[in-house]
């Protein structure tokens, strides 16, 4: 039963979506983390900095493609709890990865990303857009 719907969620539209707005995110991410580089002479800082930059991107994405809903301040607020787990699971990948493995900034923030993928969908779908029970295609 716990198998059936897990694979369910994963081969979903919405998932793929999903996972799709998340590649986008995630060199959005990097990409703003990369340019905060030289701003801020600090990998976890400028990764903390993309990571709030590409987060309004995702929400704006999540709303208009993946669980079509208005764009509020509300449904903000929700997305961004939503992603409190991702940016801890993030950030702990990216400590351990840059600055105990010293792998390379960009590779540290790949990785976490890749990681944190299905806890974030299953909090995104049911808390920030309430199950999205919407058919979408």
Known sequence: MILRKVREELFDWRFIKFVLVGII???SCSFFAW??????LDANIAFVIGYFASNVMAYIMNGVWIFPSPLTWKGYGKFALSYVPN??????VVGLCYNLLGMP??????LAAVLAVPITYVLVKYFAFGGAKKNVK
């Open 105 to 110: 900034p960009v590779v540290s923030y790949l």
């Open 87 to 92: 940016f801890i699971c993030e950030n702990l």
């Open 25 to 27: 995110n995630t060199f």
């Open 35 to 40: 340019l905060c580089l030289d701003i801020v």
